[in-house]
Protein backbone atom coordinates (compact mmCIF):
# COMPACT_ATOMS: atom_id res chain seq x y z
CA UNK A 1 0.00 0.00 0.00
CA UNK A 2 1.30 3.54 -0.68
CA UNK A 3 -1.19 5.45 1.55
CA UNK A 4 -2.90 4.04 4.60
CA UNK A 5 -4.84 6.55 6.89
CA UNK A 6 -5.38 5.10 10.83
CA UNK A 7 -8.93 6.94 11.93
CA UNK A 8 -10.57 7.16 15.42
CA UNK A 9 -13.48 4.64 15.87
CA UNK A 10 -15.61 4.15 18.80
CA UNK A 11 -14.34 0.71 20.57
CA UNK A 12 -17.10 -1.82 21.23
CA UNK A 13 -15.28 -4.85 22.39
CA UNK A 14 -19.09 -6.60 21.78
CA UNK A 15 -18.48 -6.66 18.37
CA UNK A 16 -14.92 -6.57 18.33
CA UNK A 17 -15.37 -10.13 20.35
CA UNK A 18 -18.01 -11.12 17.49
CA UNK A 19 -15.64 -10.44 14.36
CA UNK A 20 -12.54 -12.41 15.69
CA UNK A 21 -13.78 -16.07 15.08
CA UNK A 22 -14.65 -14.84 11.36
CA UNK A 23 -11.28 -13.52 10.70
CA UNK A 24 -8.38 -15.58 9.21
CA UNK A 25 -5.83 -14.40 12.33
CA UNK A 26 -2.34 -15.21 9.88
CA UNK A 27 -3.44 -13.31 6.66
CA UNK A 28 -4.37 -10.25 9.01
CA UNK A 29 -1.49 -10.03 11.01
CA UNK A 30 0.59 -10.33 7.29
CA UNK A 31 -1.82 -7.55 5.95
CA UNK A 32 -1.19 -5.87 9.34
CA UNK A 33 2.69 -5.96 9.09
CA UNK A 34 2.88 -4.85 5.14
CA UNK A 35 0.76 -1.98 5.94
CA UNK A 36 3.32 -1.49 8.59
CA UNK A 37 0.52 -0.83 11.11
CA UNK A 38 0.93 -4.40 13.30
CA UNK A 39 2.23 -2.92 16.25
CA UNK A 40 2.07 -5.32 19.13
CA UNK A 41 -0.65 -8.19 17.43
CA UNK A 42 0.57 -11.39 18.50
CA UNK A 43 1.11 -14.27 15.99
CA UNK A 44 -0.91 -16.46 16.74
CA UNK A 45 -4.65 -15.82 18.39
CA UNK A 46 -4.54 -15.23 22.14
CA UNK A 47 -7.04 -18.03 24.24
CA UNK A 48 -9.28 -16.51 25.98
CA UNK A 49 -9.52 -13.31 24.28
CA UNK A 50 -13.20 -12.45 25.56
CA UNK A 51 -11.84 -10.97 28.56
CA UNK A 52 -8.83 -9.57 27.10
CA UNK A 53 -9.20 -5.55 26.66
CA UNK A 54 -5.87 -5.07 25.51
CA UNK A 55 -5.87 -7.56 23.17
CA UNK A 56 -9.19 -6.64 21.75
CA UNK A 57 -8.80 -3.20 21.61
CA UNK A 58 -5.31 -4.16 19.43
CA UNK A 59 -7.88 -6.01 17.10
CA UNK A 60 -10.25 -3.06 17.00
CA UNK A 61 -7.41 -0.64 16.03
CA UNK A 62 -5.99 -2.82 12.98
CA UNK A 63 -10.02 -4.03 11.85
CA UNK A 64 -11.52 -0.36 12.04
CA UNK A 65 -8.76 2.16 12.33
CA UNK A 66 -6.21 1.03 9.97
CA UNK A 67 -7.73 1.70 6.53
CA UNK A 68 -5.78 1.10 2.96
CA UNK A 69 -6.72 4.50 1.04
CA UNK A 70 -4.01 3.84 -1.81
CA UNK A 71 -2.86 0.18 -2.86
CA UNK A 72 -3.83 -3.02 -3.96
CA UNK A 73 -5.45 -6.49 -2.92
CA UNK A 74 -3.85 -9.73 -4.29
CA UNK A 75 -5.23 -12.87 -4.55
CA UNK A 76 -3.47 -15.44 -3.03
CA UNK A 77 -4.36 -18.18 -5.57
CA UNK A 78 -4.30 -16.21 -8.99
CA UNK A 79 -2.16 -13.53 -7.81
CA UNK A 80 -4.61 -11.07 -9.49
CA UNK A 81 -4.29 -7.70 -8.29
CA UNK A 82 -7.34 -5.25 -7.20
CA UNK A 83 -6.92 -1.47 -7.26
CA UNK A 84 -7.91 0.59 -3.97
CA UNK A 85 -8.24 4.25 -4.62
CA UNK A 86 -9.55 6.89 -2.36
CA UNK A 87 -9.80 3.85 0.13
CA UNK A 88 -12.21 1.71 -2.37
CA UNK A 89 -11.14 -1.69 -3.99
CA UNK A 90 -12.31 -1.56 -7.36
CA UNK A 91 -13.46 -5.93 -7.83
CA UNK A 92 -14.92 -5.33 -11.15
CA UNK A 93 -13.82 -8.07 -13.15
CA UNK A 94 -13.04 -7.64 -16.64
CA UNK A 95 -15.34 -9.96 -19.32
CA UNK A 96 -12.93 -12.72 -19.24
CA UNK A 97 -13.09 -13.00 -16.00
CA UNK A 98 -16.15 -13.34 -14.78
CA UNK B 1 -39.47 9.66 -21.82
CA UNK B 2 -42.25 8.55 -19.14
CA UNK B 3 -41.41 4.70 -19.36
CA UNK B 4 -37.55 5.19 -18.83
CA UNK B 5 -38.40 7.59 -16.41
CA UNK B 6 -40.18 4.96 -14.06
CA UNK B 7 -38.06 2.14 -15.33
CA UNK B 8 -34.07 3.54 -15.80
CA UNK B 9 -32.68 0.03 -16.29
CA UNK B 10 -34.43 0.49 -19.68
CA UNK B 11 -32.37 3.05 -20.83
CA UNK B 12 -28.79 1.55 -20.03
CA UNK B 13 -26.86 -0.31 -17.40
CA UNK B 14 -26.02 1.02 -13.43
CA UNK B 15 -23.03 2.46 -13.97
CA UNK B 16 -23.83 4.35 -17.08
CA UNK B 17 -27.25 5.54 -16.21
CA UNK B 18 -26.02 6.54 -12.54
CA UNK B 19 -22.93 8.76 -13.74
CA UNK B 20 -21.77 11.76 -11.67
CA UNK B 21 -25.28 14.35 -12.71
CA UNK B 22 -27.62 11.52 -11.94
CA UNK B 23 -25.46 10.56 -8.90
CA UNK B 24 -25.41 14.32 -7.40
CA UNK B 25 -28.97 15.22 -8.59
CA UNK B 26 -30.02 11.91 -6.61
CA UNK B 27 -27.94 12.88 -3.71
CA UNK B 28 -29.53 15.98 -3.02
CA UNK B 29 -33.05 15.05 -4.13
CA UNK B 30 -35.12 15.75 -0.28
CA UNK B 31 -37.74 13.03 -1.57
CA UNK B 32 -35.46 10.39 -2.42
CA UNK B 33 -33.63 10.76 0.93
CA UNK B 34 -36.81 10.66 2.78
CA UNK B 35 -38.23 7.66 0.69
CA UNK B 36 -34.50 5.73 0.92
CA UNK B 37 -34.29 6.53 4.27
CA UNK B 38 -38.11 5.28 5.31
CA UNK B 39 -37.45 1.87 2.84
CA UNK B 40 -34.18 1.18 4.78
CA UNK B 41 -35.68 1.55 7.88
CA UNK B 42 -38.38 -1.30 7.07
CA UNK B 43 -35.52 -3.26 5.59
CA UNK B 44 -33.54 -3.45 9.13
CA UNK B 45 -37.04 -3.85 10.44
CA UNK B 46 -37.31 -6.94 8.76
CA UNK B 47 -33.86 -8.40 9.37
CA UNK B 48 -34.97 -8.99 12.84
CA UNK B 49 -31.46 -8.29 14.17
CA UNK B 50 -30.80 -8.99 17.51
CA UNK B 51 -31.71 -6.30 20.10
CA UNK B 52 -29.12 -3.66 21.04
CA UNK B 53 -26.13 -5.19 18.92
CA UNK B 54 -23.94 -3.46 16.57
CA UNK B 55 -23.76 -5.98 13.51
CA UNK B 56 -22.14 -6.21 9.93
CA UNK B 57 -24.00 -5.62 7.40
CA UNK B 58 -23.83 -5.42 3.79
CA UNK B 59 -25.64 -3.04 1.47
CA UNK B 60 -25.91 -4.36 -2.06
CA UNK B 61 -26.35 -1.29 -4.10
CA UNK B 62 -25.25 1.37 -1.57
CA UNK B 63 -24.83 4.00 -3.79
CA UNK B 64 -24.21 7.43 -2.23
CA UNK B 65 -24.70 5.91 1.03
CA UNK B 66 -28.47 7.27 1.68
CA UNK B 67 -29.39 3.88 3.33
CA UNK B 68 -25.81 3.50 4.48
CA UNK B 69 -26.28 6.13 6.95
CA UNK B 70 -29.28 4.77 8.58
CA UNK B 71 -27.43 1.88 9.17
CA UNK B 72 -24.59 4.25 10.50
CA UNK B 73 -27.34 5.74 12.46
CA UNK B 74 -28.22 2.32 14.49
CA UNK B 75 -25.18 1.52 15.45
CA UNK B 76 -23.86 -0.97 12.55
CA UNK B 77 -20.79 -1.32 10.81
CA UNK B 78 -21.29 -1.92 7.42
CA UNK B 79 -19.77 -2.55 3.74
CA UNK B 80 -21.36 -1.00 0.59
CA UNK B 81 -20.58 -2.31 -3.12
CA UNK B 82 -22.25 -0.47 -5.79
CA UNK B 83 -21.09 -0.96 -9.38
CA UNK B 84 -20.98 3.14 -10.16
CA UNK B 85 -18.10 5.30 -9.28
CA UNK B 86 -20.01 7.96 -9.37
CA UNK B 87 -22.26 7.57 -6.78
CA UNK B 88 -19.14 6.21 -4.74
CA UNK B 89 -17.59 9.48 -5.31
CA UNK B 90 -20.35 11.16 -4.00
CA UNK B 91 -20.47 8.57 -0.88
CA UNK B 92 -17.05 9.80 -0.34
CA UNK B 93 -17.64 13.36 -0.35
CA UNK B 94 -20.59 12.49 2.32
CA UNK B 95 -18.18 10.53 4.73
CA UNK B 96 -19.87 8.07 5.02
CA UNK B 97 -18.61 5.35 7.89
CA UNK B 98 -19.37 2.28 5.89
CA UNK B 99 -16.67 0.35 4.30
CA UNK B 100 -17.13 0.98 0.16
CA UNK B 101 -16.67 -1.70 -2.45
CA UNK B 102 -16.39 -0.80 -6.15
CA UNK B 103 -18.01 -4.17 -7.59
CA UNK B 104 -20.79 -5.49 -9.60
CA UNK B 105 -23.47 -7.66 -8.01
CA UNK B 106 -23.84 -10.09 -10.43
CA UNK B 107 -20.13 -11.30 -10.44
CA UNK B 108 -20.09 -12.36 -7.18
CA UNK B 109 -19.91 -10.94 -3.69
CA UNK B 110 -16.19 -11.13 -3.04
CA UNK B 111 -16.35 -12.17 0.66
CA UNK B 112 -15.32 -14.78 2.66
CA UNK B 113 -18.29 -16.98 4.24
CA UNK B 114 -19.84 -16.48 7.43
CA UNK B 115 -18.97 -12.66 7.17
CA UNK B 116 -21.77 -10.94 7.44
CA UNK B 117 -24.77 -10.82 10.39
CA UNK B 118 -27.52 -9.79 7.71
CA UNK B 119 -28.08 -7.76 4.06
CA UNK B 120 -29.91 -5.09 2.93
CA UNK B 121 -30.35 -4.18 -1.02
CA UNK B 122 -32.58 -0.24 -1.65
CA UNK B 123 -34.00 -0.40 -4.92
CA UNK B 124 -31.04 -2.21 -6.55
CA UNK B 125 -31.80 -5.78 -7.55
CA UNK B 126 -33.84 -5.34 -11.25
CA UNK B 127 -31.04 -3.74 -12.25
CA UNK B 128 -29.66 -7.61 -12.37
CA UNK B 129 -32.48 -8.59 -14.63
CA UNK B 130 -31.32 -6.62 -17.75
CA UNK B 131 -28.79 -7.79 -19.99
CA UNK B 132 -26.45 -4.66 -20.42
CA UNK B 133 -24.11 -6.84 -22.02
CA UNK B 134 -24.08 -9.92 -24.80
CA UNK B 135 -22.30 -11.55 -22.56
CA UNK B 136 -24.80 -10.95 -19.58
CA UNK B 137 -27.27 -13.81 -19.28
CA UNK B 138 -29.86 -12.45 -16.62
CA UNK B 139 -30.12 -15.58 -14.84
CA UNK B 140 -26.51 -16.67 -14.45
CA UNK B 141 -25.90 -13.32 -12.88
CA UNK B 142 -28.91 -13.83 -10.56
CA UNK B 143 -27.63 -17.11 -9.54
CA UNK B 144 -23.70 -15.71 -9.01
CA UNK B 145 -24.65 -12.53 -6.79
CA UNK B 146 -27.38 -15.48 -4.54
CA UNK B 147 -24.94 -18.01 -3.99
CA UNK B 148 -21.78 -15.87 -3.40
CA UNK B 149 -24.45 -14.23 -1.52
CA UNK B 150 -25.39 -16.85 0.37
CA UNK B 151 -21.78 -18.18 1.83
CA UNK B 152 -20.57 -14.45 3.10
CA UNK B 153 -23.99 -14.49 5.17
CA UNK B 154 -23.53 -16.52 8.44
CA UNK B 155 -26.18 -19.02 9.30
CA UNK B 156 -29.49 -17.97 10.36
CA UNK B 157 -29.06 -15.01 9.01
CA UNK B 158 -31.32 -12.86 6.72
CA UNK B 159 -31.27 -10.76 3.57
CA UNK B 160 -33.62 -7.79 2.69
CA UNK B 161 -34.33 -6.63 -0.73
CA UNK B 162 -36.08 -3.62 -1.65
CA UNK B 163 -36.93 -3.42 -5.42
CA UNK B 164 -39.52 -2.55 -7.70
CA UNK B 165 -40.48 -5.70 -9.99
CA UNK B 166 -41.36 -5.17 -13.62
CA UNK B 167 -43.67 -7.80 -13.85
CA UNK B 168 -44.59 -10.89 -12.38
CA UNK B 169 -41.77 -13.14 -14.66
CA UNK B 170 -39.20 -10.94 -13.26
CA UNK B 171 -40.51 -11.76 -9.51
CA UNK B 172 -40.35 -15.57 -10.53
CA UNK B 173 -36.87 -15.76 -12.02
CA UNK B 174 -35.13 -13.59 -9.18
CA UNK B 175 -37.02 -15.78 -6.35
CA UNK B 176 -36.36 -18.86 -8.29
CA UNK B 177 -32.36 -18.43 -8.60
CA UNK B 178 -32.26 -17.01 -4.89
CA UNK B 179 -34.11 -20.64 -4.27
CA UNK B 180 -31.74 -22.19 -6.23
CA UNK B 181 -28.70 -21.08 -4.12
CA UNK B 182 -30.15 -22.00 -0.81
CA UNK B 183 -32.24 -19.19 0.38
CA UNK B 184 -35.60 -19.70 1.88
CA UNK B 185 -37.96 -17.06 2.72
CA UNK B 186 -40.21 -15.05 0.11
CA UNK B 187 -41.44 -11.61 -0.73
CA UNK B 188 -43.63 -9.28 1.77
CA UNK B 189 -45.77 -6.43 0.39
CA UNK B 190 -46.13 -3.55 2.55
CA UNK B 191 -49.87 -1.54 1.44
CA UNK B 192 -50.26 -3.87 -1.55
CA UNK B 193 -53.70 -2.11 -2.59
CA UNK B 194 -51.92 1.70 -2.90
CA UNK B 195 -50.23 1.73 -6.23
CA UNK B 196 -48.22 4.64 -4.87
CA UNK B 197 -47.04 3.21 -1.48
CA UNK B 198 -47.23 -0.49 -2.33
CA UNK B 199 -43.51 -1.49 -1.53
CA UNK B 200 -41.62 -4.98 -2.21
CA UNK B 201 -39.41 -6.50 0.06
CA UNK B 202 -37.74 -9.60 -0.82
CA UNK B 203 -36.83 -11.42 2.33
CA UNK B 204 -34.48 -14.38 2.24
CA UNK B 205 -32.93 -16.44 5.43
CA UNK B 206 -30.07 -18.62 5.35
CA UNK B 207 -31.02 -21.56 7.14
CA UNK B 208 -33.18 -22.30 9.86
CA UNK B 209 -36.53 -21.59 10.09
CA UNK B 210 -37.99 -18.40 9.35
CA UNK B 211 -41.68 -17.14 9.47
CA UNK B 212 -41.34 -14.68 6.98
CA UNK B 213 -43.19 -11.01 8.53
CA UNK B 214 -46.22 -9.51 7.33
CA UNK B 215 -46.60 -6.37 5.39
CA UNK B 216 -47.89 -3.67 6.58
CA UNK B 217 -51.43 -2.29 5.54
CA UNK B 218 -52.29 -5.68 5.49
CA UNK B 219 -55.76 -6.53 7.34
CA UNK B 220 -56.89 -10.31 8.51
CA UNK B 221 -55.20 -12.72 7.26
CA UNK B 222 -58.68 -14.33 5.41
CA UNK B 223 -58.12 -11.70 2.63
CA UNK B 224 -57.58 -13.77 -0.66
CA UNK B 225 -55.45 -10.61 -1.84
CA UNK B 226 -51.99 -11.96 -1.01
CA UNK B 227 -50.05 -9.82 0.72
CA UNK B 228 -47.38 -12.23 1.21
CA UNK B 229 -45.87 -15.08 -1.59
CA UNK B 230 -44.62 -17.68 0.52
CA UNK B 231 -42.46 -19.16 -1.85
CA UNK B 232 -43.06 -23.07 -1.75
CA UNK B 233 -42.37 -25.37 -5.43
CA UNK B 234 -45.80 -24.27 -6.56
CA UNK B 235 -46.41 -21.74 -9.19
CA UNK B 236 -48.41 -19.08 -7.56
CA UNK B 237 -51.06 -16.45 -9.63
CA UNK B 238 -49.51 -13.19 -9.26
CA UNK B 239 -52.19 -10.10 -9.46
CA UNK B 240 -51.71 -7.64 -11.45
CA UNK B 241 -49.00 -5.20 -10.76
CA UNK B 242 -51.94 -2.58 -9.11
CA UNK B 243 -52.19 -5.43 -6.80
CA UNK B 244 -56.00 -6.30 -8.30
CA UNK B 245 -57.10 -9.91 -8.99
CA UNK B 246 -57.36 -10.13 -12.73
CA UNK B 247 -59.81 -11.08 -15.10
CA UNK B 248 -63.25 -12.12 -13.35
CA UNK B 249 -62.13 -15.24 -12.05
CA UNK B 250 -63.01 -16.26 -8.67
CA UNK B 251 -60.67 -14.25 -6.61
CA UNK B 252 -61.83 -11.00 -8.38
CA UNK B 253 -65.48 -11.47 -7.13
CA UNK B 254 -64.71 -12.58 -3.43
CA UNK B 255 -62.51 -9.28 -3.20
CA UNK B 256 -65.86 -7.58 -5.14
CA UNK B 257 -68.21 -8.98 -2.43
CA UNK B 258 -65.65 -7.48 0.36
CA UNK B 259 -65.82 -4.36 -1.21
CA UNK B 260 -69.58 -4.10 -0.72
CA UNK B 261 -69.74 -5.53 2.30
CA UNK B 262 -67.25 -2.87 3.59
CA UNK B 263 -69.62 -0.86 2.08
CA UNK B 264 -72.46 -1.50 3.76
CA UNK B 265 -74.23 -3.20 0.89
CA UNK B 266 -76.16 -6.54 1.03
CA UNK B 267 -74.14 -9.00 -0.51
CA UNK B 268 -74.88 -12.82 -0.80
CA UNK B 269 -73.29 -15.23 1.60
CA UNK B 270 -69.93 -17.06 0.16
CA UNK B 271 -70.75 -20.78 -0.79
CA UNK B 272 -69.11 -22.97 -2.40
CA UNK B 273 -71.07 -21.87 -5.45
CA UNK B 274 -69.71 -18.31 -5.31
CA UNK B 275 -67.40 -17.91 -9.02
CA UNK B 276 -68.04 -21.34 -9.84
CA UNK B 277 -67.98 -21.55 -13.29
CA UNK B 278 -71.31 -22.01 -14.78
CA UNK B 279 -72.78 -24.18 -17.81
CA UNK B 280 -72.52 -22.01 -21.08
CA UNK B 281 -76.07 -21.37 -21.65
CA UNK B 282 -75.51 -18.77 -18.59
Same mark, same amino acid.
Request: hydrophobic share 30%; proline share 5%.
Given at each position: ?????????????????????????????????????????????????????????????????????????QCPE????????????????????? | ???????????? !?? =???????????????????????????????????????????? =???????????? #?????????????????????? =????????????????? !?????????????????? #????? *????? !?? *????????????? #????????????????????????????????????? =?????????????????????? #???????????????????????????????????? *???????? *????????????????????????PHF
Amino acid at each position: ATEVKVNEVEFNPKFVCRMIPKLEWSTLVQAADQLGHREELPGELVPDYEKNEDFLKKVHRVLLEVEVIEGCLQCPESGREFPISKGIPNMLLNEDEA | MASSCRRPEHTG !PP =DVFYNEEEAKKYSQNSRMIEIQTQMSERAVELLNLPEGQACYLL =DVGCGSGLSGDY #LTEEGHHWVGVDISTAMLDVAL =DREVQGDLLLGDMGQGM !PFRPGTFDGCISISALQW #LCNAD *KRSHS !PP *KRLYTFFSTLYSS #LARGCRAVFQLYPENSEQLELITSQAMRAGFTGGMVV =DYPNSSKAKKFFLCMFTGGTGV #LPKGLGSETSDRTVANQVQYSGQRCRFNNMKGKSAK *KGRDWIME *KKERRRRQGKEVRPDTKYTGRQRRPHF
